[in-house]
C-alpha cells in the first residue's frame, strides 16, 4: 500500500514510521524541514518539504498513485484545505484527516472525508470510566 502522511508532528511521524515498518510505501510531507526529526524510523520513508496547501505539492506527492493520505497537520482549517483538494483532484483516493473542533469533524464526515477527531475520542473514553456518566 502506498500512504501519504501529510504533517510530520508527533502523530505523523508515528504514524509513518508504523506504516513503514509494515513495508508500506510512505511519502511524509512537511513544511517544517525541522519537524522531520520526529520520525524514527527513517528507512522506508520519502520525505518532501512543501507547503500541502498548494496545489502543486499535493500533486506532486500523489504523481505516484497513493492508497490513502492521512492528513495531520496541527490545523483544522489547513487539514480541511488540504483533504479537500486531495478529494478534488483524485475522488478515489481515500483520504483520513484529523479535526479537533467536534462540530466541523461531523460537516467534514458528511462530505465523505474521513475524519478522526481526538476530542471526540476522548470524551467516549472518558465517560466509559468507571463512576463517570
Sequence with gaps: M?????????????????????GDSVLVIEQNESKFMYIEEKQGIEMLVGDCTDEKVIRQAIKKPA?????????????????????????????????FDVNLAAVYADLGIEVLCPTSLAIDELLRLPGIS
Excluded at 502523530?11 to 506504516?19: N, Q, Y
Design 2 to 22: 502506498r500512504v501519504v502522511v501529510v504533517g510530520s508532528g508527533r502523530l505523523g511521524s508515528r504514524l509513518a514510521s508504523i506504516f513503514a515498518k509494515k
Design 67 to 99: 492508497d490513502l493520505v492521512i492528513v495531520v497537520t496541527g490545523n483544522d482549517h489547513t487539514n480541511i484545505m488540504i483533504s479537500q483538494k486531495i478529494k478534488l483532484i483524485d475522488k478515489t483516493i481515500r483520504v483520513i484527516m484529523r479535526l
